[in-house]
T-cell receptor, first 110, second 113 residues
C-alpha cells in the first residue's frame, strides 16, 4: 500500500469547516483513497472514499488533487461529536487488507 | 442488514492465563474476516485475516493465534497471555464485493495484569 502522511493533531471550532490533509505521493493508479474515523473506545467508522474525482456524502467531502498525490477531507460543519482520530488510507480497491497509521487527532472545541 | 458482534467488551486477565475472543458476523456469507490490535495511542495493527473457513493468514508473529471454525465466526486465542498483549482488539469483516472495504466491531479492551 502507498504510504500516507497526516498531521498528528488539529483543532477545529464547532460549527466551522474542518479540513484534514493527507499526503500520498506514491499512490498508484489503481489505489483508492479511503477515510475512516475512530471515536474513543469504538471501532473505526468508514467516512468516504474516492479514486480521482471529488466525492461528497452526508458525512463529508473528499477533495483529491489532480495529480492524486494528496487529498483533503472536509467536515463542513464540525460538531463536538466529530472529535475523533481520522485515518487516511490508500489501497487497491480489490485488496482485502487495510493498514492504519497514527492518523490525525481532531478536537472540536465549543 | 449486516452486523458484527464482538465480545466481551472489556476483559482483565492475569499474565499466563489463556485468552479467547470471539467475533461473529450476521447477514452476509463468506466474508473476509480480520483481527486488528491497537496499543494505547497507536494506530491499528493487522494481526490475522481469513478468506474462508480454516484459512488463516498471520501478519505479525506473536503470542496469539486465530481460528475460523465457521463461515461467520472468527476467534482470537492465546495459550498464555503476556503483559504486551494488552490492547484494544478489533474484529472486522469485508464482503467479496464490499464498499466500504471494512466494517468494524466495537472492540474488546484487554488488560493483562
Amino acid at each position: 500500500d502507498a504510504k500516507t502522511t497526516q498531521p498528528p493533531s488539529m483543532d477545529c471550532a464547532e460549527g466551522r469547516a474542518a479540513n484534514l490533509p493527507c499526503n500520498h505521493s506514491t499512490i498508484s493508479g489503481n489505489e483508492y483513497v479511503y477515510w475512516y474515523r475512530q471515536i474513543h473506545s469504538q471501532g473505526p467508522q468508514y467516512i468516504i472514499h474516492g479514486l480521482k474525482n471529488n466525492e461528497t456524502n452526508e458525512m463529508a467531502s473528499l477533495i483529491i488533487t489532480e495529480d492524486r498525490k494528496s487529498s483533503t477531507l472536509i467536515l463542513p460543519h464540525a460538531t463536538l461529536r466529530d472529535t475523533a482520530v481520522y485515518y487516511c488510507i490508500v489501497r487497491p480497491h480489490n485488496d482485502y487488507k487495510l493498514s492504519f497509521g497514527a492518523g490525525t487527532t481532531v478536537t472540536v472545541r465549543a | 442488514s449486516q452486523t458484527i458482534h464482538q465480545w466481551p467488551a472489556t476483559l482483565v486477565q492475569p499474565v499466563g492465563s489463556p485468552l479467547s475472543l470471539e467475533c461473529t458476523v450476521e447477514g452476509t456469507s463468506n466474508p473476509n474476516l480480520y483481527w486488528y490490535r491497537q496499543a494505547a495511542g497507536r494506530g491499528l495493527q493487522l494481526l490475522f485475516y481469513s478468506v474462508g473457513i480454516g484459512q488463516i493468514s498471520s501478519e505479525v508473529p506473536q503470542n496469539l493465534s486465530a481460528s475460523r471454525p465457521q463461515d461467520r465466526q472468527f476467534i482470537l486465542s492465546s495459550k498464555k497471555l503476556l503483559l504486551s498483549d494488552s490492547g484494544f482488539y478489533l474484529c472486522a469483516w469485508r464482503g467479496v464485493i464490499s464498499d466500504p472495504p471494512l466494517h468494524f466491531g466495537n472492540g474488546t479492551r484487554l488488560t493483562v495484569t
